[in-house]
Protein backbone atom coordinates (compact mmCIF):
# COMPACT_ATOMS: atom_id res chain seq x y z
CA UNK A 1 0.00 0.00 0.00
CA UNK A 2 0.98 3.38 -0.93
CA UNK A 3 0.80 6.59 1.46
CA UNK A 4 -1.87 8.84 0.65
CA UNK A 5 -4.36 10.70 2.30
CA UNK A 6 -6.29 8.53 4.66
CA UNK A 7 -3.49 6.09 5.32
CA UNK A 8 -1.89 5.35 9.10
CA UNK A 9 1.92 5.73 8.49
CA UNK A 10 4.55 4.21 10.77
CA UNK A 11 8.11 5.77 10.04
CA UNK A 12 11.55 4.97 11.82
CA UNK A 13 13.00 8.98 11.11
CA UNK A 14 15.92 11.08 12.03
CA UNK A 15 16.20 14.93 11.84
CA UNK A 16 19.60 16.70 11.83
CA UNK A 17 20.16 20.23 10.65
CA UNK A 18 22.34 21.13 7.79
CA UNK A 19 25.65 20.75 10.29
CA UNK A 20 24.80 17.51 10.47
CA UNK A 21 23.77 17.33 14.16
CA UNK A 22 21.16 15.34 15.32
CA UNK A 23 18.11 16.89 16.08
CA UNK A 24 15.53 13.94 16.73
CA UNK A 25 14.37 11.05 16.33
CA UNK A 26 12.58 7.73 17.05
CA UNK A 27 13.37 5.69 19.29
CA UNK A 28 14.44 1.35 18.06
CA UNK A 29 11.01 -0.08 17.86
CA UNK A 30 9.00 2.81 18.52
CA UNK A 31 8.47 4.46 14.82
CA UNK A 32 6.42 7.98 14.50
CA UNK A 33 3.07 7.04 13.73
CA UNK A 34 0.68 9.93 12.09
CA UNK A 35 -2.69 10.16 10.13
CA UNK A 36 -1.74 10.89 6.63
CA UNK A 37 -3.06 13.90 4.81
CA UNK A 38 -4.42 15.90 8.80
CA UNK A 39 -1.15 18.06 8.69
CA UNK A 40 -0.17 15.89 11.39
CA UNK A 41 3.29 16.52 10.47
CA UNK A 42 5.37 19.13 9.14
CA UNK A 43 4.16 20.01 5.32
CA UNK A 44 7.56 19.93 3.59
CA UNK A 45 7.66 15.97 5.10
CA UNK A 46 4.38 14.96 4.92
CA UNK A 47 4.29 16.23 0.83
CA UNK A 48 7.20 14.00 0.28
CA UNK A 49 5.93 10.44 1.92
CA UNK A 50 3.01 10.64 -1.14
CA UNK A 51 3.32 7.32 -2.99
CA UNK A 52 5.87 5.82 -0.90
CA UNK A 53 5.71 1.90 0.78
CA UNK A 54 6.66 0.20 3.40
CA UNK A 55 10.54 -0.70 3.29
CA UNK A 56 11.09 2.70 1.36
CA UNK A 57 13.62 4.98 2.73
CA UNK A 58 13.20 8.64 1.92
CA UNK A 59 15.85 11.36 2.15
CA UNK A 60 14.26 15.06 1.91
CA UNK A 61 15.76 18.58 3.12
CA UNK A 62 12.86 20.73 3.97
CA UNK A 63 12.79 24.49 3.72
CA UNK A 64 12.07 26.45 6.66
CA UNK A 65 8.84 27.70 4.95
CA UNK A 66 7.82 24.02 4.92
CA UNK A 67 9.01 23.06 8.04
CA UNK A 68 8.81 25.54 11.42
CA UNK A 69 8.59 28.77 9.66
CA UNK A 70 11.22 31.25 9.12
CA UNK A 71 12.65 33.29 12.29
CA UNK A 72 10.25 36.12 13.35
CA UNK A 73 12.67 38.83 14.64
CA UNK A 74 10.01 40.61 16.49
CA UNK A 75 9.13 37.14 19.01
CA UNK A 76 12.96 38.21 20.15
CA UNK A 77 12.70 40.27 23.35
CA UNK A 78 14.85 42.27 25.87
CA UNK A 79 13.25 42.00 29.47
CA UNK A 80 14.24 43.51 32.65
CA UNK A 81 16.34 40.70 34.63
CA UNK A 82 13.98 41.14 37.89
CA UNK A 83 11.27 39.68 35.95
CA UNK A 84 12.90 36.32 36.58
CA UNK A 85 12.94 36.86 40.39
CA UNK A 86 13.31 33.30 42.17
CA UNK A 87 15.01 31.57 39.33
CA UNK A 88 18.33 31.22 41.31
CA UNK A 89 20.54 30.68 37.92
CA UNK A 90 19.58 32.49 34.57
CA UNK A 91 20.94 30.04 31.90
CA UNK A 92 20.99 30.77 28.21
CA UNK A 93 18.28 27.89 26.94
CA UNK A 94 15.96 27.88 29.60
CA UNK A 95 12.94 27.53 28.88
CA UNK A 96 10.09 29.97 30.24
CA UNK A 97 6.36 30.67 29.35
CA UNK A 98 5.55 33.98 28.89
CA UNK A 99 1.98 35.78 28.84
CA UNK A 100 1.07 37.92 25.88
CA UNK A 101 -1.65 38.99 24.14
CA UNK A 102 -2.20 36.35 22.52
CA UNK A 103 -2.06 33.56 25.14
CA UNK A 104 0.89 32.07 26.90
CA UNK A 105 3.96 31.60 24.49
CA UNK A 106 6.79 29.06 25.09
CA UNK A 107 10.17 31.21 25.27
CA UNK A 108 13.63 30.72 25.20
CA UNK A 109 16.13 32.36 27.14
CA UNK A 110 19.12 33.37 24.60
CA UNK A 111 21.18 35.97 26.30
CA UNK A 112 21.74 36.84 30.31
CA UNK A 113 23.37 40.31 30.62
CA UNK A 114 23.65 41.86 34.45
CA UNK A 115 20.17 43.78 34.04
CA UNK A 116 18.39 42.49 31.33
CA UNK A 117 17.66 38.81 29.43
CA UNK A 118 16.75 38.19 25.58
CA UNK A 119 13.90 35.48 25.07
CA UNK A 120 12.99 34.34 21.61
CA UNK A 121 9.78 32.87 21.40
CA UNK A 122 10.59 31.41 17.90
CA UNK A 123 10.17 27.65 17.29
CA UNK A 124 13.74 26.19 18.21
CA UNK A 125 13.78 25.17 14.96
CA UNK A 126 12.04 27.83 13.37
CA UNK A 127 14.65 29.34 10.16
CA UNK A 128 16.31 25.84 9.75
CA UNK A 129 16.60 23.50 7.15
CA UNK A 130 15.42 20.18 8.28
CA UNK A 131 16.91 17.09 6.74
CA UNK A 132 15.09 13.79 7.57
CA UNK A 133 15.75 10.26 6.73
CA UNK A 134 13.11 8.07 6.85
CA UNK A 135 12.51 4.53 6.13
CA UNK A 136 8.79 3.91 6.14
CA UNK A 137 8.11 0.74 8.13
CA UNK A 138 4.13 0.38 8.27
CA UNK A 139 1.04 1.72 5.87
CA UNK A 140 -2.68 1.04 6.26
CA UNK A 141 -5.37 1.92 5.68
CA UNK A 142 -7.27 4.83 8.92
CA UNK A 143 -10.16 3.53 10.02
CA UNK A 144 -12.97 5.75 9.88
CA UNK A 145 -13.00 7.04 13.69
CA UNK A 146 -9.53 7.95 13.09
CA UNK A 147 -10.25 10.13 9.66
CA UNK A 148 -13.33 11.51 11.58
CA UNK A 149 -11.17 12.56 14.89
CA UNK A 150 -7.76 13.60 12.49
CA UNK A 151 -5.14 11.36 14.57
CA UNK A 152 -4.46 7.57 14.75
CA UNK A 153 -5.51 5.43 17.22
CA UNK A 154 -2.70 2.87 18.76
CA UNK A 155 -3.37 0.14 21.26
CA UNK A 156 -6.12 1.39 23.10
CA UNK A 157 -7.52 3.59 20.95
CA UNK A 158 -8.57 7.57 21.25
CA UNK A 159 -7.72 8.53 24.57
CA UNK A 160 -7.09 5.10 26.15
CA UNK A 161 -3.63 5.65 25.93
CA UNK A 162 -3.18 5.78 22.70
CA UNK A 163 -3.69 9.06 21.68
CA UNK A 164 -1.19 11.27 20.84
CA UNK A 165 -0.55 13.91 23.21
CA UNK A 166 -4.14 12.91 24.70
CA UNK A 167 -5.68 16.22 22.43
CA UNK A 168 -8.60 14.62 21.76
CA UNK A 169 -9.62 14.66 24.78
CA UNK A 170 -9.19 18.89 25.36
CA UNK A 171 -11.39 19.24 21.79
CA UNK A 172 -15.04 20.47 22.77
CA UNK A 173 -16.53 19.06 18.93
CA UNK A 174 -14.75 15.53 19.94
CA UNK A 175 -16.37 15.13 22.57
CA UNK A 176 -19.89 16.13 21.86
CA UNK A 177 -19.63 13.32 19.85
CA UNK A 178 -19.62 11.20 22.97
CA UNK A 179 -17.19 8.37 21.71
CA UNK A 180 -13.67 10.05 22.62
CA UNK A 181 -13.61 11.22 26.16
CA UNK A 182 -16.52 9.33 27.84
CA UNK A 183 -14.80 6.23 28.22
ZN1 LIG B 1 -9.50 10.13 18.69
Redesign the pocket.
Known amino acids: MQIADGTVVAMDYELKDDEGTLLDQSQPGQPLTYLHGHKNIIPGLEASLVGKAAGETVEVRVAPEDGYGVTNPSLEQVVPRDRFQGVESLEVGMQFQANTEQGPVSVRVVKVDDDDVTVDGNHPLAGKHLNFNVTVQEVRTATE??IA?G?T?LGG???GGG?EGGE?CSEDK?SEEGD?CSN
Open positions: EEHHHGCCSCEC
